[in-house]
Structures are given as structure tokens and as C-alpha cells.
């Protein structure tokens, strides 16, 4: 079954081939590295089965931990020790548990070699990078595959090759497995061109357990294939980079509309991954008092370093054009998690994104603007120093803005104006400067 991450869980029709095909291809790919396996993953998960083909084809040991054991604990961090395991397997989201707790384990107790990385797309946050500094991890394999393909891509990197970006690529298909990146009209897209992922060969499943429709939907025909063969919808997008290696950036329901541009959720996420002080982040769309669509970045903190606000708005405005920046930042204490460790987004904290952060308006001048600003936004309150666009405002707001402003303040404020100085407190200076808005004269005959 599905984790029902995306929805309701579904029964997959997998096929025996699909496993012979992936035991084959570990066989081949990983004997030569294999040590102790840890069974880390939930026997309800299918990367479980990896884990136990992995072990059996590779004639490594299968270390089972306890019923009791929760990733992310040192009791986890010293149970692999003890029990000397080099191979494990896991998301992203639990190996960034790992990370933090595996920190207080003796560098020389940990026999961790090799990591297998699926479910996710991996990036490399900090704590990742501190117990990849740490420990002896010699490689990162980062697999990716559906549950109704299984594993279909794989890139294996040395930890000292691994470049300081934040996305790591997924690699290159499997043996008898086929990726194809696609536009909505089911053509390739050119290299480094966003699209949609689709897989076929071995891997694909029959289709869901009692679910035609669904099935009909995700399993279509391959226009590729004269045989009949199948094409599996994975709802991902991505991209070959130059490389040929597959670049998966999350769901393709993750692309969303805002301001009139389309957005990749992943993009803004990996941008902002990567300042030192940021644990995890996770950014998403809601919408404002007034419908208005925001996005809103939800992120853990470093514990040893911390971070303002105000200081990750400054690092994303260097790093996102404008139509990509939240409008809020939101501190969690820990990102919500599926049991099978994956992203539960439905469980983030709906913030106030009218919420007074500063002082109120206090000049005429302010006060009208403010006004203008929650006639437009649909908020009830205003700050001084808090930008429109950080409210929900975006390009069209902001035109029907100036002109609200022009009728009421009998001021020109050009758009240029407006996205330069966007805060209460900054528009009130521009506006000692602007030039009145010219009345018609009438003519006396």
C-alpha cells in the first residue's frame, strides 16, 4: 500500500518480476560493499523488502532493532553501534534524526559506511553533512522510485565528491527500467526544462487493488513503446541536468500558481536549506485573510546557532527572485512525519498572516496608507516596517494600490516607488518627494 502521504492510501498490484529485477541489479551493484544490514524502515513500508532482498542477494547479515526503537534517539544512534551495522536505508526525513542523534555517539563506535536514501528527495542539510564529517560514511546512494515502480534511479557518490549544493541528483535508471521527463503533452522536455516523471520497464506495477479509475489515470500507454507497454505518471517533476542524471524536485502538486507564476515549492526550499543555521525547512502556500495566496516557510532551527527571522528573509532575498520569497517565516520545533517518515504537510501550523509584527502607523500620512494597505490586502492591521508583499500583496495588487493611492493622498507613487519601498514607513517618505496627482482644468469659453 501507498504511505497515503499524497492521499488515501492505495493497494499497489506489484509483480514478482519487479522484485527479481531489483535483487538482480543490488546483487550486481552492491555485493562488493555489502556489510551488516540495519532493518530500519517499518515492515509496512516497501523499502522494507529492499532492505531484506538487499541482505539475502548481497549474503550480508540483517540487523533487526528492537519493537521499541524510535529513529532520532541515541538509544537508536548506540543500537547501531553495538550491533556494528554499515548499510542502512531510510528517507531524508528520517536520516536528518539520524544526523542529530547519531552526534553524541563516539566517532569510533560508528561502523555506518553506506547510506541508501529513497522517498524523498535528498538534500543535504547540515546535520547531514556534520555526521557525513563525523563518521565513517564512504558513500550516499540515492535511489528514487514510486512504490509503483519501486526503485527506478540510482546515483551513488563518494562523500567527498558530494558538491556543496543542496539537491543531490537521483542518478540514472536501473537495469530494464526506463525515466522519462515529459511536458503535458506527453513529449521529452530538453535538458535542465522542468517536467513531469514518468517511468516504465520492469519496475511498473498493474495498476491500484480494486481502483479502475485511479488506475486508468496514473497507468497509460506508452506513446514509446509499439509493444503495448506502459507508462507510469508519478505526479514528480524534475529534470536531466547536464550530466544526464535525473534531478527530482518533489511533487508535481508542489508547482503551484502565485502572483501570476508558477512556482516549484522544492526551488525555494533547497535555496534556503542551505543557510548554516537551518535545520530543516518546509515551505507551502496558504492563502490570506482575503484569499490572497502567500507562502509561507515553516523551518527548524540550528539548536547550537539559532536564527532571527528577519536574519533567513535578508539570506532568501539574496537568493529567490521576488515572486518566490515567503511572505512568513514560521519556527517549528520539528517537521511532522508520516510513521514511515515521510512529509505530512496537512499537519504544519496554519499561521496568522495578519498578525501585527511592529508598530503601528503614526503619522497622517501613515495612517492613510495603512488603510489603503488593508483596503487592498483584506487585513486588520499594518505595521510600519511590514512590506505588502510579505502581507499577500503581489503585481496586481500592487497597481490597484497605487491607484487607491493616488485617489486618496493626491499623490504619484510610480510602480518603480512602490516595489522599492513596499513598508508603510518607506512609501510615507516617498511620498514627500512624489509629485501631486494633475487635476483637469476647465476652460471658460
Partial sequence: ??????????????TNSCLVNLADWQANEYSKHASRVGQMTNISFDVSIQEILFALTCRAPLAIPPEDTQIGTIQTSKWLSEKAVGNIFMPTSLMNLLSESIQDVDADDIAITDIFQGGEPLKLTKSVRDMLEIGKVERIHNHYGACETHNSTSFTAKVADLSDGPLVPAGRPIQNVQIYVLDGTLNPVPPGTIGEIYAAGAGTARGYLGRPVQTAERFIANPADTTGGRLYRTGDTGYFDRKGQLVVLGRADRQIKIN???????????ALQDHPSVRRIVVAMREGKNANKVLVAYYVPDEDAGIDQEVLRTFARKRLPTFMLPSQFVEIDAVPLSPNGKLLLEKLPVPDVTQQRKSGPISDEERKLAGVFCDILGVDHVGLDESFFQLGGHSLLAIKAINRIKQKMGRNITVRQFFMSPTVSALAGELKSAKPVSRPQLVKN
Fill in 1 to 14: 500500500y501507498t504511505s497515503g502521504s499524497t492521499g488515501t492510501p492505495k493497494g499497489v498490484l506489484g
Fill in 260 to 270: 501570476g507564476a508558477r512556482v516549484e515549492l522544492g526551488e525555494i526550499e533547497a
